[in-house]
């Protein structure tokens, strides 16, 4: 049983930057699709980018140029580096895995067998 474990979320000014982490355990041998979740009070939940099991990157266009997902293989980690954060991206962050390639599935919450509880960042304007 993978288990996932967000942290890094917090508050921040309009421009500022945060850089969360999902710290995983209970591997398998399988690769691993890893994604980045974000949901706004009030709406629904919203892909941000993955980590395909190819080590291919995707990003929503929201994010793009402004977010880098990344992962530490040796401490079972990974990262979303938040820059030029706006406040719009206001949200409950949720990390995500699935034991398969995504590919261009990756935006369907369906997809992933397990998640975090998640890590609440706030942009103040």
């Known amino acids: 049983q993978v288990q996932l474990v967000e942290s890094g979320g917090g508050s921040v000014q309009a421009g500022g930057s945060l850089r969360l982490s999902c710290g995983a355990s209970?591997?398998?041998?399988?690769?691993?699709?890893m994604t980045w979740f974000r949901q706004a009070a009030g709406k629904e939940r919203e892909e941000v980018a993955v980590?395909?099991?190819?080590?291919?990157?995707r990003y929503a266009d929201s994010v793009k140029g402004r977010f880098s997902i990344s992962k530490d293989n040796a401490k079972n980690t990974l990262y979303l580096q938040m820059n030029s954060l706006k406040p719009e991206d206001t949200a409950m962050y949720f990390c995500?895995?699935?034991?398969?390639?995504?590919?261009?599935?990756?935006?369907?919450?369906?997809?992933?067998?397990?998640w975090g509880q998640g890590t609440q960042v706030t942009v103040s304007s």
């Open positions: 995500a895995a699935a034991a398969k390639w995504c590919g261009g599935r990756w935006r369907w919450p369906d997809l992933y067998e397990f």
């Open positions: 209970g591997y398998t041998n399988s690769k691993y699709c």
């Open positions: 980590l395909d099991s190819d080590g291919v990157t």
